[in-house]
């Protein structure tokens, strides 16, 4: 299961660096131009341009920036630019359609000019590292589908282990509840609303589960613990699921054709929202996507900082201005950036703004504006980070949030530092809102997306 994928093709990526040109595209050369460009390398893809009669780009100078050479689709013109790579002191010659390029630390040799008598040998095709550890060009689609399914188990068992402390709440005190009990009556039932209650998933969800056993027990449905925890289990799943079909569940929502996907993160001052940024920002580029963070908390001193030794662990570029800057300007300058650089994804960082500030709610919503004005439909995501441990308090803020930001999904931090993780059926429930990810550790890769069904198995697991 992809991190974040609102892409529509298939995920897994293939250059076709091996496939013959198509003998269709190909155009007949002229005289002059047959002696003056030798015979494209076979092993180019069929989408590498052909010779046309426009004026050919200008040249470009050779790059080598190490790795094995391997010959690339001509995709971009103009001058390359090297990076922490070397520019030999060569020629430049007509060489328009068979230059040195670089990319990712492979690059591909122009085929010297043919000679009259003396047979050309062609370039022989070579695997960069780049190619084979992270597009897995060398792998079928069983074995990427494989890993994919073995890395979903990893995330599933490191999710359960995360919730381990509600679900000793929660399973076990049920357990306990039953223990020297043979039939459900009253006194238990209200021993298992203080188990529920406990585990912070909210008196409104706890009565109305408590329903559901009592008509349960009533058609002589539930009749042992088994029974019970089952009916328990389908409630919590129902609750999450309804909660899946508003706000937004899913970047797939969005069509592909805006861009940049636009995310603005808020939430109160410690509650993880820089380090939710900076997970988000890793696992959204591991995915394939060019992100790029907005640093629009020019309100307290330390935020940007915080958020530059992010960005620089990661390798994802930061907008950010002085302390005290219009937040709405530094958000207008990062979408100009975005949009400049292509890139995919822009998280925006606000300040940890507290719900009884009107001011500051006055602000977020100036950068909506702004937002919506650059980017048709921006934010296309707005995510408020809420720290599990704080339970019921975390609640009363997403009201408030709700009211004036437009919160359209949940990201649960810290969730296993707490026997409460019961707060997310809670919020589900009574907001209607999606838990979209849940910060499970404090690596860069333990922020995972929330699914219902994992979360639902492992408090009863």
């Known amino acids: 299961m992809a991190f974040w994928r609102r892409k529509k093709e298939d995920r897994y990526i293939t250059l076709g660096l091996n496939e013959p040109l198509a003998s269709a595209e ?25 010779a046309t009669v426009t004026p050919a780009p200008p040249p470009l100078e050779p790059i080598v920036m190490g790795g094995a050479p391997t010959p690339l689709p001509q995709e971009r013109t103009g001058n390359a630019t090297a990076i922490g790579g070397t520019t030999p002191d060569t020629p430049r010659a007509e060489e328009s359609a068979s230059s040195t390029t670089a990319t990712g630390g492979a690059s591909r040799v122009a085929p010297e ?36 399914a073995a890395l979903e188990r990893t995330f ?67 009749n042992d613990i088994e029974a019970l925890k089952a009916a328990i289990k389908n409630q919590l799943l129902a609750i999450l699921r309804a909660s899946a079909e508003k ?33 988000l920002a890793q696992r959204i580029k591991a995915e394939g996507n060019d992100v790029l963070i907005c640093a629009a908390d020019t309100f307290r001193a330390a935020a940007s900082d915080q958020l530059a030794i992010w960005a620089e662990r990661t390798g994802v570029p930061l907008i950010q201005q002085k302390q005290g800057t219009d937040p709405a300007a530094v958000l207008f300058d990062s979408l100009k950036a975005a949009k400049a650089r292509n890139s995919d994804v822009l998280i925006v960082d ?29 934010p296309h995501e707005t995510l408020l980070v809420i720290d599990a441990v704080t339970g019921q ?48 550790g404090e690596k860069v890769d333990d922020l995972v997306v929330f699914n219902a069904e994992h979360y639902v198995d492992g408090l009863f697991a």
């Open 113 to 148: 000019p043919a000679q009259p008598g003396v047979a050309q040998q062609r370039p022989v095709p070579s695997r960069s590292s780049f190619s084979n550890s992270i597009l897995g060009l060398d792998r079928s689609l069983e074995d990427l589908q494989a890993e994919e």
């Open 26 to 50: 190909k155009e007949p050369a002229t005289s002059d131009e047959a002696q003056a460009q030798p015979e494209p390398p076979a092993n180019l893809s069929a989408t590498t341009p052909t």
């Open 156 to 222: 599933e068992k490191r999710f359960k282990n995360a919730i381990a402390a509600t679900r000793e709440s929660l399973s076990d005190r049920i357990d306990t509840v039953f223990q020297s009990r043979k039939k459900i009556d009253a006194e238990l039932l209200d021993e298992l609303e203080e188990v529920l209650i406990a585990a912070d998933i909210g008196v409104p969800t706890t009565l109305e589960i408590l329903e559901t056993v009592r008509r349960g027990i009533t058609r002589k449905e539930i």
């Open 350 to 378: 606000t300040a940890g703004r507290l719900h009884n500030k009107s001011n500051l709610m006055a602000e977020l919503e100036k950068m909506k504006r702004v937002a919506g004005r650059e980017v048709e439909g921006a």
């Open 393 to 440: 308090n975390g609640l009363e803020q997403a009201r408030q949030f709700l009211k004036v930001a437009g919160v359209t999904g949940i990201v649960l931090t810290k969730l296993d530092g707490t026997a409460k993780g019961g707060i997310a059926v809670a919020i589900s429930k009574e907001l209607g809102l999606p838990i979209r990810y849940a910060g499970i």
């Open 247 to 279: 706000g937004v569940a899913a970047e797939t929502n969005v069509p592909e054709n805006i861009s940049p996907y636009v995310m603005m993160i808020v939430g109160v001052n410690g509650v993880g929202k820089t380090t939710t940024i900076g997970k």
